[in-house]
Each structure stands twice: as structure tokens, then as C-alpha cells.
């Protein structure tokens, strides 16, 4: 099946600094991928739709300054966490559309100290 | 607008019992719905989904749910729970031809021996 992949899986980081997470589908092409976030015990919160070579879409209360989305390629997104604080600290995870399916990538665990 | 309702955060059955986890959608079009698993600190995994066809789907890990458009619902069940069962699990929808995805709450299963 398809696969997915997300670096780095866990990252720590201080308050004030900017992390990169990347996601990368391996075996196929995605013109579209999303990002969500998952609060601890919750469900997944759509973030934003990232489509290669164009702006990515974000979703209500998401500010798109602070994270930052990039889809340079059919098999790459970057979510760019920026000027990140502690609550900004989360479990943070990737998609890869193919046809009407959704791809998981295994998630980023991000703390801010 | 879609919606995904999972009826009850957590389960608990025994081991080797019935599970049923339940999930109802509101959707204004035929919708695709899937099931997904998750384990503490990865992504989702896909368990079975519907899309046109046969309403009652099989997937893997024995589990199975039937689409009832009646009642719009997408219910999940497995004849004998197992000890690795014990997991997130997650109803969700997207509209046909749609390109977002909405999640229910989820609904955490335990198996107790």
C-alpha cells in the first residue's frame, strides 16, 4: 500500500525557535496533502490543505503566519512551526491524498520548552 | 454540512467478546466512510472503508462494518475482541469527490482479560 513518511518523529525545540516537519510520500504521487494536529485524547484537527505549486488552504483559527506550509514537489510537504511556544507542543500529522483515500504519515510529537 | 458522531469515548469489553464501536454521519451527498486505528504515539491506520458497492465491508483484523443509509450509520464490529485490539479508533467521512476528510471524536476500546 501507500506509504507515508514524516521527519523527524519526535522533536524538542525552545520557545522562540522554528521547527520544520516534513512529509514525504514514498511510492506515489500526492498533488494533495493535509495536516493535522491532535490534542492528547482527541481527535484530528484539520490544519490545512497543502496543493503542490499553490498556496496552501487553511482552516478557521489557524493562523497560517505561525505554521507555515510548503509543497514544492508531488511527494513533499513542510509544515514550518514558527516563533513556536509551549502550547504550541502537540502531536502533529500528515496525509497524502491518492485518489479518494487518505494516506496517514506515523506523526511528529513536537515540544516546546 | 458533514459531521461524524461516534457514540462513546471509551468501550470496554472482554476479551473474546463482541465489539461494536458506532458511528453516525450527516452528509448532504452519498458519502465515503472509513474507519481508522491508531496506537499510542503513531499515525492512523485504515481499518476498512466503504465506498459504493456491497454495504457490508470486511477489513483487516477481523473487523467489519456495514453502511445503513437508512440510518446513516457505519458501525464497527469484531465477532471476538483480542488483547491488541485495545486502541484509538476513529469513524470518518468525506463527501464524494470531496478532497477534506472529517473525523469523529473517537472512541477508545479496552479489552480487559
Known amino acids: 500500500g501507500a506509504v507515508v513518511s514524516q521527519h523527524p518523529s519526535r522533536v524538542i525545540c525552545k520557545s522562540g525557535t522554528s521547527v520544520k516537519i516534513e512529509c514525504r510520500s514514498l511510492d506515489f504521487q500526492a498533488t494533495t496533502m493535509f495536516w493535522y494536529r491532535q490534542f492528547p485524547k482527541k481527535s484530528l484537527m484539520l490544519m490545512a490543505t497543502s496543493n503542490e505549486g499553490s498556496k496552501a488552504t487553511y482552516e478557521q483559527g489557524v493562523e497560517k503566519d505561525k505554521f507555515l506550509i510548503n509543497h514544492a514537489s508531488l511527494t513533499l510537504s513542510t509544515l514550518t512551526v514558527t516563533s513556536a511556544h509551549p502550547e504550541d507542543s502537540s502531536f502533529y500529522i500528515c496525509s497524502a491524498r491518492f485518489s479518494y483515500e487518505q494516506y496517514f504519515g506515523p506523526g511528529t510529537r513536537l515540544t516546546v520548552t | 454540512a458533514q459531521s461524524v458522531t461516534q457514540l462513546g469515548s471509551h468501550v470496554s469489553v472482554s476479551e473474546g467478546a463482541l465489539v461494536l464501536l458506532r458511528c453516525n454521519y450527516s452528509?448532504?451527498?452519498?458519502?465515503?466512510l472509513f474507519w481508522y486505528v491508531q496506537y499510542p504515539n503513531q499515525g492512523l491506520q485504515l481499518l476498512l472503508k466503504y465506498t459504493t458497492g456491497a454495504t457490508l465491508v470486511k477489513g483487516i483484523n477481523g473487523f467489519e462494518a456495514e453502511f445503513k443509509k437508512s440510518e446513516t450509520s457505519f458501525h464497527l464490529t469484531k465477532p471476538s475482541a483480542h488483547m491488541s485490539d485495545a486502541a484509538e479508533y476513529f469513524c470518518?467521512?468525506?463527501?464524494?469527490?470531496?478532497?477534506?476528510?472529517?473525523f469523529g471524536a473517537g472512541t477508545r476500546l479496552f479489552v480487559k482479560a
Open positions: 470518518a467521512v468525506t463527501i464524494t469527490g470531496g478532497f477534506k476528510t472529517i
Open positions: 452528509s448532504s451527498v452519498p458519502p465515503y
